[in-house]
């Protein structure tokens, strides 16, 4: 597969060829579903290339038949050798993380297809290394689609899925303004379009309102809260990794006033005005910047002052508009958090909520407050297992799964895609 990659001048793939096989090191369960896929993809690149090579023949006037029973062989030996992992002996070799090998493998390949699907449609090179290396998006991709089927894994560990959230959010938001100053520093390469805007979340709708077009990051957004609804929120916002480590500085979140809510409604709208206002009234795009940076700055202090001092992350429930948006149109999405009743009322999870959304009345209704995220912290806090995903008439186990599944996948996406 290198060699006919790399004869045909695609570099990326001929190293993702010669790549893949270094996973088996790993030794994880998801390995022996991930290899034998890559295996029978590659046995499809063999027909595909088998035909095209036969049609070129045909029209040539060419003899054939010995290049079909060539590469006929090829396609059938690499088909296969992806059988070589139902031996029981080399599948007991990968035996780690049996339980979550499935998921990973799904995310893997559901990543992958993301990002292959961008590499081939988009005309405009969004993947990193592709700008620095001619068909280096390839080699991201893989990388990329391992990062998630390892953070899968990682992440379907109930008392540790808290804790990595936070890290894969935290790293998102590197390496989005890691690339942001970068780019400011003169590396183009380190920039979506060269058209900056400001990385602050209520631009995601008060931007194009005001320049009156669409951009990528709202197309992501959109596609991302259809899919995982408010969890956008809490995997995928590049600043509100922010707001959590400062409400983290006290152990214990306090309850939010109850006009926290009419507030972040009244910014949802006042934000969407101002916008379209200040193009109607035809105001410079740099006075609309500094305007903009103003209210970014005032959530910073908010997040320095207000969530450190209470615990809970007042500026993505309170300032930020988008929280409002993202909780609306979340609803689109059937993933819901919910209490059963083996729940006994001990309150232990309202420590793990930073959202303000597990006061005791929301616990007493068996089910979140409306500023929930999804991000499943409190799942991990409860002792009886009483907190679970829900979707649609989906098993608890199986629904938590599939979300897991679909939230690091799109975080992994945006860590590949993500940037100003």
Same mark, same amino acid.
């Given at each position: 597969?290198?060699?006919?990659?790399?004869?045909?001048?695609?570099?990326?793939?001929?190293?993702?060829?010669?790549?893949?096989?270094?996973?088996?090191?790993?030794?994880?369960?998801?390995?022996?579903?991930?290899?034998?896929?890559?295996?029978?993809?590659?046995?499809?690149?063999?027909?595909?290339?088998?035909?095209?090579?036969?049609?070129?023949?045909?029209?040539?006037?060419?003899?054939?038949?010995?290049?079909?029973?060539?590469?006929?062989?090829?396609?059938?030996?690499?088909?296969?050798?992806?059988? %070589?992992?139902?031996?029981?002996?080399?599948?007991?070799?990968?035996?780690?993380?049996?339980?979550?090998?499935?998921?990973?493998?799904?995310?893997?390949?559901?990543?992958?297809?993301?990002?292959?699907?961008?590499?081939?449609?988009?005309?405009?090179?969004?993947?990193?290394?592709?700008?620095?290396?001619?068909?280096? /998006?390839?080699?991201?991709?893989?990388?990329?689609?391992?990062?998630?089927?390892?953070?899968?894994?990682?992440?379907?560990?109930?008392?540790?899925?808290?804790?990595?959230?936070?890290?894969?959010?935290?790293?998102?938001?590197?390496?989005?303004?890691?690339?942001?100053?970068?780019?400011?520093?003169?590396?183009?390469?380190?920039?979506?379009?060269?058209?900056?805007?400001?990385?602050?979340?209520?631009?995601?709708?008060?931007?194009?309102?005001?320049?009156?077009?669409?951009?990528?990051?709202?197309?992501?957004?959109?596609?991302?809260?259809?899919?995982?609804?408010?969890?956008?929120?809490?995997?995928? #916002?590049?600043?509100?990794?922010?707001?959590?480590?400062?409400?983290?500085?006290?152990?214990?979140?306090?309850?939010?006033?109850?006009?926290?809510?009419?507030?972040?409604?009244?910014?949802?709208?006042?934000?969407?005005?101002?916008?379209?206002?200040?193009?109607?009234?035809?105001?410079?795009?740099?006075?609309?910047?500094?305007?903009?940076?103003?209210?970014?700055?005032?959530?910073?202090?908010?997040?320095?002052?207000?969530?450190?001092?209470?615990?809970?992350?007042?500026?993505?429930?309170?300032?930020?508009? +988008? /929280?409002?948006?993202?909780?609306?149109?979340?609803?689109?999405?059937?993933?819901?958090?919910?209490?059963?009743?083996?729940?006994?009322?001990?309150? +232990?999870?309202?420590?793990?909520?930073?959202?303000?959304?597990?006061?005791?009345?929301?616990?007493?209704?068996?089910?979140?407050?409306?500023? #929930?995220?999804?991000?499943?912290?409190?799942?991990?806090?409860?002792?009886?297992?009483? +907190?679970?995903?829900?979707?649609?008439?989906?098993?608890?186990?199986?629904?938590? +799964?599939?979300?897991?599944?679909?939230? %690091?996948?799109?975080?992994?996406?945006?860590?590949?895609?993500?940037?100003?």
């Amino acid at each position: 597969m290198a060699a006919h990659f790399y004869r045909t001048g695609n570099v990326g793939l001929a190293v993702v060829s010669t790549s893949a096989p270094l996973i088996l090191f790993m030794k994880r369960r998801w390995v022996a579903y991930v290899i034998p896929g890559l295996l029978l993809l590659g046995a499809m690149v063999w027909i595909n290339t088998t035909f095209a090579f036969i049609h070129i023949r045909q029209a040539l006037g060419m003899p054939w038949m010995r290049l079909a029973v060539i590469l006929g062989t090829v396609t059938l030996l690499t088909a296969l050798s992806a059988l %070589v992992f139902s031996r029981k002996k080399l599948a007991g070799t990968y035996s780690r993380a049996m339980e979550t090998a499935k998921p990973s493998a799904a995310a893997f390949f559901l990543t992958g297809f993301i990002l292959t699907t961008v590499q081939f449609k988009v005309k405009l090179p969004l993947l990193l290394l592709e700008r620095f290396i001619p068909g280096g /998006g390839w080699i991201e991709i893989f990388f990329l689609a391992v990062y998630a089927a390892f953070i899968t894994e990682k992440m379907l560990d109930r008392t540790q899925s808290a804790k990595w959230r936070r890290r894969v959010w935290a790293l998102f938001s590197v390496v989005f303004f890691g690339q942001l100053v970068l780019g400011l520093a003169g590396m183009e390469q380190f920039l979506m379009t060269g058209k900056l805007h400001l990385p602050i979340p209520a631009m995601i709708i008060a931007g194009p309102l005001f320049r009156w077009e669409t951009s990528i990051m709202l197309f992501l957004f959109a596609g991302a809260v259809v899919l995982i609804g408010p969890a956008w929120c809490s995997y995928l #916002c590049y600043i509100g990794s922010w707001d959590d480590a400062a409400s983290r500085k006290r152990r214990k979140p306090k309850k939010l006033p109850a006009w926290r809510k009419p507030v972040q409604i009244a910014m949802f709208i006042l934000i969407t005005l101002t916008a379209v206002g200040l193009r109607l009234a035809g105001v410079s795009m740099t006075v609309a910047t500094f305007m903009g940076l103003l209210f970014g700055l005032a959530g910073v202090g908010i997040m320095v002052i207000w969530s450190r001092k209470s615990g809970a992350m007042t500026h993505c429930t309170t300032w930020c508009p +988008i /929280g409002v948006l993202v909780v609306w149109i979340g609803k689109i999405s059937p993933f819901r958090i919910r209490i059963n009743d083996s729940c006994n009322d001990c309150g +232990i999870c309202r420590l793990s909520c930073r959202y303000d959304a597990l006061n005791l009345t929301d616990i007493k209704k068996r089910k979140p407050g409306i500023s #929930c995220t999804l991000c499943g912290d409190c799942i991990g806090s409860c002792k009886d297992s009483s +907190i679970e995903y829900r979707f649609l008439g989906m098993k608890a186990e199986h629904a938590g +799964i599939l979300f897991i599944v679909l939230a %690091v996948s799109l975080h992994t996406v945006f860590l590949g895609l993500g940037r100003i």
